[in-house]
T-cell receptor, first 117, second 112 residues
C-alpha cells in the first residue's frame, strides 16, 4: 500500500517556540492532505485540509494563524504550531489522499506527539 | 465536528471470541470506512463499504451498512491478541468536501 511518512515522531519544546511537522507521501502524489489532532483516548479531530498550491481549508474553531499549513509540493505538507503552549500538546496525524482513481481510503502517517513544556 | 458515534466505547473479550463494534452517523454518505489504530501509532485502513453496499468481507472482518438506520457494524471473527487496538469508523459525506470524519472509536482488548 501507499506510504506516508511523518516527521518528527515526537517532539518536546518550550512554551512560546514554534514546531514544524512534516508529512510526506513517499510513493504517490497527494494533491490533498489532511491534518488531524488526537487527544488521549479520543477520536481524531480534523483540523484542516491541505491542498497543493493553494491555501489550506481550516475546520471551524481551528486558528489558522496558530496552525500554519503549507502544501508546497505534491508530496509534502507541513504543519507549524506557532508560539506553542502546553494546551497544544497533543498527537498530530496527517493523512494523504492519492490522485484521481482513488478508491476512497486515506493513508496515514505514524503521527507526531508534541509536548509543550 | 464528529460525525459518528461508536459503541461500545471499550470492549474486552477472550481470544478466539468474536468482537462486534457499531457505528452510527448523521448525514448521507458516499462510503463508510473502518480504520485500526494501535496505541500511539497512525491509522491503518481496514475496509471500505460504499453506500450502495450492504455487506462486505475481508479476511476475518465483516462489515455491514444500513443506510436507512445510518449505522454500520464491524465484526472481527476468531479474535487474536494482536487485534488489540482502537477501531474507528469514518464517513465520507455525500456531496461534501471529500474529507473523512471519524467516530469516537472502540477500544478493543483481546485477552489471551
Amino acid at each position: 500500500g501507499a506510504v506516508v511518512s511523518q516527521h518528527p515522531s515526537w517532539v518536546i519544546c518550550k512554551s512560546g517556540t514554534s514546531v514544524k511537522i512534516e508529512c510526506r507521501s513517499l510513493d504517490f502524489q497527494a494533491t490533498t492532505m489532511f491534518w488531524y489532532r488526537q487527544f488521549p483516548k479520543q477520536s481524531l479531530m480534523l483540523m484542516a485540509t491541505s491542498n497543493e498550491g493553494s491555501k489550506a481549508t481550516y475546520e471551524q474553531g481551528v486558528e489558522k494563524d496558530k496552525f500554519l499549513i503549507n502544501h508546497a509540493s505534491l508530496t509534502l505538507s507541513t504543519l507549524t504550531v506557532t508560539s506553542a503552549h502546553p494546551e497544544d500538546s497533543s498527537f498530530y496525524i496527517c493523512s494523504a489522499r492519492p490522485p484521481p482513481g482513488w478508491t476512497g481510503e486515506l493513508f496515514f502517517g505514524e503521527g507526531s506527539r508534541l509536548t509543550v513544556l | 465536528s464528529q460525525q459518528g458515534e461508536e459503541d461500545p466505547q471499550a470492549l474486552s473479550i477472550q481470544e478466539g471470541e468474536n468482537a462486534t463494534m457499531n457505528c452510527s452517523y448523521k448525514t448521507s454518505i458516499n462510503n463508510l470506512q473502518w480504520y485500526r489504530q494501535n496505541s500511539g501509532r497512525g491509522l491503518v485502513h481496514l475496509i471500505l463499504i460504499r453506500s450502495n453496499e450492504r455487506e462486505k468481507h475481508s479476511g476475518r472482518l465483516r462489515v455491514t451498512l444500513d443506510t436507512s438506520k445510518k449505522s454500520s457494524s464491524l465484526l472481527i471473527t476468531a479474535s487474536r491478541a494482536a487485534d488489540t487496538a482502537s477501531y474507528f469508523c469514518a464517513t465520507d459525506a455525500f456531496q461534501g468536501a471529500q474529507k473523512l470524519v471519524f467516530g469516537q472509536g472502540t477500544r478493543l482488548t483481546i485477552n489471551p
